[in-house]
């Protein structure tokens, strides 16, 4: 069932797959205010390129955005899009020790309590590894749009189909499976 989902994911192009993201992500609950930062680089067509990902702390992915700097401009973006897009500011944010989140968010939510610890960034670390294993199978990526458009897609359906930690019993598991298949159809429009 799942390779169905993937064939609908590859088939999807342009405005259509843009709908299907918008339909999907807006099912989403409101996040956890605790907000996971990091970034990983990604090479495309040998330039590097820096994916920035925001995770609350039920490891759901809030945003992603690729950018080709990893400065304070581009992690005050990510904030600036976050707050705008869920429309509050967390209660904490946890980074790794890249001093660029520190300066950012003293410009953007000064108010905002900080974090800055490698080791309790695992949530947002542990969020790159689907992304590195379907970049491994895709090998690699053509352009920085292409990127961009890919890992939206992917978070938004990940977000819908894993179930979250504090929710493991089998039946509980089978039923959010089922309701993300069907948000899935409504938002692909598949009878």
Same mark, same amino acid.
């Given at each position: ?86 429309? =509050? ?9 890249? +001093? !660029?989140? @520190?300066?950012?968010? $003293?410009? /953007? ?21 689907? =992304? ?9 990526? +053509? !352009?920085? @749009?292409?990127?961009? $458009?890919? /890992? ?33 159809? !409504? ?5």
């Amino acid at each position: 069932m799942t390779t169905s989902l993937w064939t609908c994911l590859k088939s999807s192009r342009g405005n259509q797959a843009g709908g299907i993201n918008r339909a999907v992500t807006r099912r989403q609950p409101r996040p956890g205010d605790v907000w996971h930062l990091d970034e990983v680089v990604v090479k495309i067509a040998s330039q590097s390129y820096w994916l920035w990902r925001a995770v609350d702390q039920h490891g759901v992915v809030l945003e992603e955005i690729l950018q080709p700097r990893r400065d304070k401009r581009a992690a005050k973006r990510l904030l600036i899009k976050l707050m705008k897009r869920w429309s =509050f500011v967390p209660k904490r944010i946890i980074t790794d020790k890249l +001093r !660029s989140y @520190g300066a950012a968010k $003293r410009e /953007v939510a000064p108010g905002l309590e900080h974090w800055s610890h490698k080791g309790l960034n695992n949530h947002a670390e542990n969020s790159h590894l689907p =992304f590195r294993k379907r970049e491994q199978v895709m090998q690699g990526f +053509r !352009s920085p @749009g292409s990127l961009q $458009r890919f /890992v939206s897609m992917q978070s938004a359906t990940r977000n819908s189909f894993s179930v979250p930690a504090r929710r493991r019993s089998a039946l509980t598991i089978r039923y959010h499976r089922l309701e993300a298949f069907e948000a899935w159809k !409504s938002a692909a429009n598949v009878a």
